[in-house]
């Protein structure tokens, strides 16, 4: 039997837990103006996952560069850092049924520490860092753990409302084992008066909802004089067992 | 009371917002010498088996104008319907062929464009035969939860017409927006978030 990549469980093949919609943002979010013209009006057409659903491509830590988890040196000119509060960001990858989701694909995105991407459609007045780039990515370990190191974003002004910020938040893309895992969200930090006032974290329906997005500061996990660290775990759909399910089996 | 099951929430989507190339092609947005090359940027090679082909996708707003901040991922089986993943345990998939792509909309047309090659059959769980097909995931500003569909292709009428999967669309008229148009020298697939062509999308 083959095995789970990093791990000697055996490799699952079982269609994935029917998503909470309401748990997730809806498609049209008012406050949200760009969703306006952006959200499917038609209801959405069910079916259980086939293997096209179920399966997902394999990423190898031998693809990783030896920068990829450290955003502050990643884009630094040799023997400088980028600028800002130094943070460690640590967690796991796990599914509904809480277990580790082991190579699983995380990319993260920011801005500097003054809230400005690197990016030639970012026109706000604060200034680029020479030395930060901006993005990292890793890949999750045997029981779904990560960890990367970079500068604390700043928050952002940005066109919706008249004066709409959006609160310190790093973007976070997660590739599980299957297609239909697939997940873009945003890392939030503890303690930000600007999460509960921003139109697009209110899109989530639950508070409990956007609690799960808000990274706690661990003191635990905190380097004396160096950085401090934040906790933020990922949950993936889960997959059912077919362990009593009908399929016609190819081998 | 009884027992927990234990289960956790799946964590909520949030948008990918305007700058999502800088994560996931930042190599395409000028962000050099930080990943050599932008994660399925290619997906095939000299010795991958098939039909090869070019996929146009652009995506439009309710108000017609195309997406330029979009960023959109296929997955699809090689040219014999096997996948390259853990989970295909019928057979072994072509070595060469990767399966995924990733692109990034055209800052002016918006177009994605993937080089492939055409999917063979796969099967469902209880055997029957699903038409050749290409998974497609949407996401973008204006986007809260990203967005699956699937590009099914034109010349394969039969094998579309029995496929397990278009045949749970009610609205006839509505499959059609998961049929590519053959163009001059590629695929294309335009998909409409919104209006009369509105693309069927999937919860799966
Ligand atoms: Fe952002």
Known sequence: MASDRLSNRPVETGPFFQRDRNWHPPALTPGYKTSVLRSPQRALISFDNTLSETAGPVFGHAMLGEGDNDLIHNFASPGEAALGERIIVYGRVIDERGVGVPGALLEFWQANAGGRYRHKKDGYLAPLDPNFGGCGRTITGGDGGYAFRSIKPGPYPWPNGPNDWRPSHIHFSVFGHGFAQRLITQMYFEGDPLIWRCPIVRGIPDRAAIEQLIAAVDMEATIPMDARAFKFDIVLRGRRSTMFENRLEGN | ?204
């Open chain 2, 1 to 204: 009371m009884a027992q927990s099951l234990d289960r956790q929430k799946e964590t909520p989507s949030q948008t990918a917002g305007p700058y999502v190339h800088i994560g996931l092609t930042p190599n395409v947005v000028g962000i050099a010498g930080v990943y050599r090359e932008d994660l399925g940027s290619s997906m095939v090679e000299d010795g991958t088996r098939g039909e090869r082909i070019t996929l146009i996708v652009t995506v439009f707003d309710g108000a017609g104008a195309p997406l330029r901040d979009a960023l959109v991922e296929i997955w699809q089986a090689d040219a014999e319907g096997f996948y390259p993943s853990p989970a295909e345990r019928r057979g072994r998939a072509d070595p060469h062929f990767s399966g995924w792509g990733r692109s990034a909309a055209d800052m002016e047309t918006g177009a994605c464009l993937f080089h492939t090659i055409k999917p063979g059959r796969v099967p469902m769980a209880d055997g029957r035969l699903m038409a050749p097909h290409i998974s497609i995931w949407i996401v973008a500003r204006g986007i809260n939860l990203g967005l699956h569909t699937r590009i099914y292709f034109p010349e394969e009428e039969e094998a579309n017409v029995s496929d397990p999967i278009l045949a749970r669309i009610e609205h006839r008229a509505r499959v059609a927006t998961l049929i590519a148009r053959r163009g001059a020298d590629a695929y294309v697939f335009d998909v409409h978030l919104q209006g009369d062509n509105e693309t069927v999308f999937f919860d799966s």
